[in-house]
């Protein structure tokens, strides 16, 4: 079965700060891997994704990730945080058995401190 | 450009009474189309998922069912709510599965608070 898991319920950096958000994955064959983020009361918005290609991922707002084969991980970074970016952020997973699913991490809630 | 509208943004319902959330997608054709919910601002919990007119699949048994009558059209419903049913809720769609690699599209969300 496909999962991710995001291994930390809260992670507080303060501004200016590189921050980390981790998820691994556990998948058959090769993973399709997303980020998104959500602020209250609003839908996910869509950060960026891995199919193939380089490792690093590049996507909004400022937003990495790095996809860890060997490690099974594809964490999202940002080189220096702002307070804005304070929000829940979610990993998933596309189930490539059954492109119609996408499974989703618990959530990681990022407090960013001035 | 594809967008995605949800509504009503918030329904206040008392227990048993029936509900209706409806999404509509426009600017993409045939979309796989889904409803998920979202419990206490956490995880996601995939309630159906459709992938054509009058297709629906169920994720999880419950007092909720789906439909899609028209192919960007998406609604939730139930005929009796139960006080379980609150939480936000949230429609979303992707690409058909011959675009393996698209992402989820997400709208504003419904919150629904049954009491």
């Known amino acids: 079965a496909q999962s991710v898991a995001q291994p930390e319920d809260q992670v507080n950096v303060a501004e200016g700060n590189p921050l980390t958000v981790k998820c691994t994955y556990s998948v058959s064959g090769n993973p399709y891997l997303f980020w998104y983020v959500q602020y209250p009361n609003r839908g996910l918005q869509f950060l960026l994704k891995y199919i193939t290609g380089d490792n690093l991922v590049k996507g909004s707002y400022g937003f990495e990730a790095e996809f860890n084969k060997s490690q099974t991980s594809f964490h999202l970074k940002k080189p220096s945080a702002l307070v804005s970016d304070s929000a829940l952020y979610f990993c998933?997973?596309?189930?490539?058995?059954?492109?119609?699913?996408?499974?989703f991490g618990s959530g990681t809630k990022l407090n960013v401190k001035p | 450009s594809q967008t995605i509208h949800q509504w009503p943004a918030t329904l206040v319902q008392p227990v048993g009474s029936p509900l209706s959330l409806e999404c509509t997608v426009e600017g993409t054709s045939n979309p796989n189309l889904y409803w998920y919910r979202q419990a206490a601002g956490r995880g996601l919990q995939l309630l159906f998922y459709?992938?054509?007119?009058?297709?629906i699949s169920s994720e999880v048994p419950q007092n909720l069912s789906a439909s899609r009558p028209q192919d960007r059209q998406f609604i939730l419903s139930s005929k009796k709510l139960l006080l379980s049913d609150s939480g936000f809720y949230l429609c979303a769609w992707s690409g058909s599965s011959g675009r393996a690699a698209g992402e989820l599209f997400f709208g504003e969300g419904s919150r629904l608070t049954v009491l």
């Open positions: 459709s992938v054509g007119i009058g297709q």
């Open positions: 998933a997973v596309r189930d490539l058995r059954n492109f119609n699913k996408f499974y």
